[in-house]
């Protein structure tokens, strides 16, 4: 059972679109929404998170739209650059049971920033 | 300062031989995981450290995987009697208390294995 579905598995913009990658939990105990940015070779690294008691997130460029009652959150890449040109994954945990160590993360969107 | 490190970065390895791979957390991080990741797949939990409390080995996929931790220092993840389907990057991460709700985990590069 997947848990985190996200789309698109890939995508291609132009530079200064605007990419929006987005999720989907079933979990209802999910309350830490993380995303994280990952280039090839590389490790992933936290980019954004966000927790159920706000609709939306902003940091620099990215900003992350979130839905408890649809259970999903979508991340925005504003004025998108060529180097942000990564992976990019969603994730979820849940302090229920005390294991909100425990990510789960979507499949992954491979965003190609063309210049 | 240093940040995580994983090593060997690749390996290959004959179907039926053990590996062992290694983590090197960010010091003073009390907190390690392991994640396998598969190609086109996001990244599966695997097994997670806090300090000296017994670990979170939920994740292992069978009784061929182990991981050990000395103190809060390297870790190992090993894997006896390899097989095809266990080609994938195995990645690390650490972090401070990992109770903390939201805590970042800081990943290492991986280990790229690939079972013949």
């Known amino acids: 059972q997947q848990q985190v579905k996200q789309s698109p598995q890939s995508l291609i913009v132009q530079k200064g679109g605007i990419p929006i990658i987005n999720c989907a939990y079933e979990?209802?105990?999910?309350?830490?929404f993380p995303w994280y940015q990952q280039f090839p070779g590389k490790g992933p690294a936290l980019l954004i998170a966000?927790?159920?008691?706000?609709s939306e997130k902003k940091e620099g460029r990215f900003t992350i739209s979130f839905n408890k009652s649809a259970k999903q959150f979508s991340l925005h890449i504003m004025d998108s650059q060529p180097g942000d040109s990564a992976t990019y994954f969603c994730?979820?945990?849940?302090?229920?049971?005390?294991?909100?160590?425990?990510?789960?993360f979507g499949k992954g969107t491979l965003l190609t920033v063309n210049p | 300062g240093a940040g995580v490190s994983q090593s060997p970065s690749n390996k290959v390895t004959e179907k039926g031989k053990d590996v062992e791979l290694r983590c090197d957390p960010i010091?003073?991080?009390?907190?390690l995981y392991w994640y396998r990741q598969r190609l086109g797949q996001g990244l599966e939990f695997l097994i997670y450290?806090?300090?000296?409390?017994?670990?979170?080995k939920s994740g292992l996929p069978s009784d061929r995987f182990s991981a050990e931790r000395t103190g809060e220092s390297v870790s190992t993840l090993t894997i006896q009697r390899t097989q095809q389907e266990d080609s994938a990057v195995y990645l690390c991460?650490?972090?401070?208390?990992?109770?903390?709700?939201?805590?970042?985990?800081?990943f290492g590069p991986g280990t790229r294995l690939l079972v013949l």
């Open positions: 991460a650490s972090s401070l208390e990992g109770t903390v709700r939201g805590i970042t985990q800081y």
């Open positions: 979990n209802t105990a999910f309350d830490y």
């Open positions: 966000i927790r159920p008691d706000v």
């Open positions: 994730a979820a945990s849940s302090n229920s049971g005390g294991s909100n160590y425990k990510l789960t």
């Open positions: 010091s003073g991080h009390t907190a």
């Open positions: 450290f806090q300090g000296n409390s017994a670990p979170d």
